[in-house]
């Protein structure tokens, strides 16, 4: 199983979004935890999973016409 963990800075680089953003927009409301980013050993920590953010991205920008309304258990609502 072939995964590449990324720090938020390592991430922020790769997608060139600021890591501020990363971390107040797009964590709480894009990327769930357990399936784009994991905090290992129950710490504080996040590292990224790069495979899942970039398939998440890719899928993303093929649905842009369709809306879809983000529910709180990491779901959505396309209607």
């Not at 800075?9 to 979004?17: F, T, V």
């Not at 990363?22 to 996040?46: A, C, N």
Request: aromatic share 8%.
């Amino acid at each position: 199983m072939d995964v590449t963990f990324l720090t938020t800075d390592e991430l922020s680089a790769r997608i060139k979004y600021d890591a501020r953003t990363i971390r107040q927009q797009l964590k709480d409301s894009v990327l769930i935890e357990g399936t784009h980013y994991i905090r290992p050993f129950g710490r504080r920590k996040i590292l990224y999973i790069w495979e899942a953010i970039q398939e998440e991205m890719l899928q993303t920008s093929t649905r842009q016409q369709e809306v879809t309304i983000p529910m709180a258990n990491g779901g959505a609502c396309h209607g």
